[in-house]
């Protein structure tokens, strides 16, 4: 049985990796919107570095491999708190470089889980919030046009959210099934001073789906994978504004492309070792009007997360240390070249008898980005707190 569920696994993994295979931009169009950055939306995935599709057990695996959720036999509750602050140090030329700062405090996700009594196997259903994507970002800089025009500046603030609802289901001794089902809107506010104030206003509103596995390979090695099939936005709001002069809005649908994220986990006596690879096909992101009937790719490059993280069970005081690092290939064109998202991630859990856990992660992230001789470089630093009670 256990070679059989693993031959079916590892087929699995096989087509969505065939399926997921890169295709080629069509870079003749602009990139009309932001893709944002990709983030953790719980405590321990995020000191993992995110290595948590083979991992996923508890009310976070909503998000990151719904079948994972019914390895979970109690209801759970858990909150998750961020605390993020983002800066950036912009240069053009020889003039001189410019810093901004921008900071929030925020709800990252709320879930609920709930077992249902089986004969055989486990069932459990979830519904959750939280916010996979934000859209921070912080340019500024002087140039030569800075004498008439002021110092350039491009600050963009919002996330995208995430409202779903999912299960898991024992299918086999060593295989789980799940689903979730999932409704996306948020928002993105940008401003920019260019020879004049100007302001995006952008509204989302659109749905998902998302199939996955959970399969042992042995008692301590797992394996997972989760594809979003399907994720549509019916309708993106763009409003425009320049100061002095008005506004226009224009109302489009977004088509996201296939997505897909697969794991493996190695359990331990006292120890978990964790990988992930997520790939997003963003070259086949499309847009169009509302009324279109063919949409248009948009010109986004391929991204790619890889990621790696361990934890370490400290029996005497009943805690875990966990660190973690990720690699994340960005997706945007507006500057070339976009150097890789580096993010190095550490936290600790603490467990309260058996029924509450509180588990604290921090990260930072670095990147750059170059283009028509402006250099930007972006620290980010993020710090997480969840709270899970399970009863």
Not at 13 to 36: H, I, M, Q, R
């Amino acid at each position: 049985m256990n070679r059989r569920i693993w031959l079916i696994g590892s087929l699995v993994l096989l087509s969505l990796a065939l399926a997921a295979f890169p295709a080629f931009a069509d870079d003749a169009n602009p990139t009309p919107f932001s893709l944002g950055r990709a983030q953790d939306i719980a405590a321990r995935p995020m000191a993992l570095g995110g290595s948590y599709t083979a991992v996923a057990s508890d009310a976070s695996a909503l998000y990151y491999n719904p079948a994972g959720l019914s390895a979970v036999k109690k209801h759970e509750l858990s909150l998750s708190l961020e605390r993020s602050v983002l800066s950036g140090v912009d240069k053009a030329g020889n003039f001189p470089s410019h810093s901004q700062r921008q900071e929030d405090l925020r709800i990252q996700s709320l879930a609920w889980l709930m077992p249902v009594p089986t004969v055989r196997g486990g069932l459990s259903f979830a519904f959750g919030y939280y916010r996979p994507r934000t859209f921070s970002d912080l340019i500024s800089y002087e140039d030569s046009l800075s004498a008439t025009r002021g110092t350039y500046a491009y600050n963009a603030e919002g996330t995208l959210e995430n409202y779903r609802v999912g299960m898991g289901l024992d299918i086999a001794p060593d295989l789980t099934f799940g689903l979730a089902a999932g409704y996306v809107t948020g928002g993105e506010q940008i401003h920019v001073s260019d020879s004049g104030q100007v302001g995006y206003l952008r509204n989302y509103d659109g749905f998902n789906l998302e199939p996955s596995l959970m399969f042992k390979v042995s008692p301590r090695l797992r394996m997972g994978c989760s594809v979003v099939l399907w994720e549509k936005f019916f309708s993106l709001e763009d409003i425009y504004e320049q100061k002095g002069v008005g506004n226009s809005e224009n109302d489009y649908q977004v088509s996201y492309p296939f997505q897909v994220k697969s794991g493996v986990a190695y359990q331990g006596d006292d120890f978990l070792l964790a990988g992930d690879f997520r790939y997003n096909g963003f070259s086949q992101f499309s847009y169009g009007s509302k009324s279109a009937s063919v949409l248009d790719k948009a010109g986004y490059k391929d991204e790619m997360i890889l990621s790696v993280g361990a934890e370490r069970f400290i029996r005497p005081a009943n805690l875990v240390l966990r660190a973690g690092y990720t690699l994340n290939s960005l997706p945007e064109t507006a500057f070339d070249p976009t150097y890789d998202l580096n993010r190095i991630s550490a936290g600790v859990g603490f467990l309260f008898s058996g029924a509450l856990a509180l588990d604290l992660a921090y990260s930072y992230s670095f990147w750059g980005m170059s283009g028509d001789g402006v250099n930007v470089d972006n620290r980010e630093h993020r710090a997480l707190m969840t709270f899970a009670y399970r009863y």
